[in-house]
């Protein structure tokens, strides 16, 4: 027996079992499940439905649309990220919530503008936008570390994208469940402080993606 067999043998004897992952679909709805569960919890206890919809009285198509696209966003950025993190997937997944994230952004400005011709700047205050800066925030890192471990799983080659996937999802999700806690009109003001915080949570997940997806 040669030196390669030898050294053969010895790894097939301390190799312990290795536990296959879940398919990403099912990982990623276990977690997207959670999350749900959490917000709906918080909602119910915390939340302020009826402001919402008296916030958005007389332009409830719009609110359903915009809202519907900021879900989507941070559900399929999440499934992407699930897909995109396990070697050999297709790239084009890192593609999926673009058009929904687009939509998204699109909406926001055409509700804050007519915000801004109906009322003017009256409701700019930077303390408000401030408060969505830091719920966004906060409820992003209370999101993504369990996201970010889940991930990590797979040992991605490239944790890079798959990092700024997630992190755009846990912001998505988290801004749709700011609209609950939400107590005024959202204005071009609050606009960029939710785009602010969404590029922090995603700068931050990209610049720990070394230390928090470790790559194969």
Not at 160 to 168: F, I, K, Q, R, T
Request: aromatic share 6%.
């Amino acid at each position: 027996m040669n030196r390669t067999d030898l050294l053969i043998d010895r790894l097939v004897s301390d190799a312990s079992p290795v536990r296959p992952l879940k398919p990403p679909i099912a990982r990623a709805l276990a977690w997207l499940g959670a999350v749900a569960l959490l917000s709906a919890l918080a909602i119910l206890l915390l939340g302020d439905g009826q402001a919402l919809l008296t916030r958005y009285r007389g332009r409830e198509l719009l609110m359903a649309l915009e809202m519907t696209a900021m879900l989507a966003t941070g559900v399929l950025a999440v499934i992407g990220a699930f897909f995109a993190a396990v070697p050999g997937r297709s790239r084009r997944w890192l593609l999926v919530p673009l058009a929904p994230l687009a939509a998204w952004l699109l909406l926001s400005g055409v509700g804050c503008y007519r915000d801004l011709v109906q009322n003017g700047s009256s409701g700019m205050v930077v303390g408000e936008g401030l408060h969505c800066l830091a719920f966004i925030s906060v409820t992003s890192l209370l999101f993504g570390t369990p996201l970010i471990w889940l991930l990590s799983r797979a040992r991605p080659i490239e944790p890079l994208p798959v990092a700024l996937l997630g992190g755009l999802g846990t912001a998505a999700l988290a801004a749709f469940t700011l609209q609950f806690f939400h107590p005024f009109a959202v204005t071009l003001l609050d606009l960029a402080f939710h785009l602010i915080a969404i590029l922090l949570v995603v700068g931050v997940a990209g610049l720990l993606n070394r230390r928090t997806l470790s790559p194969a």
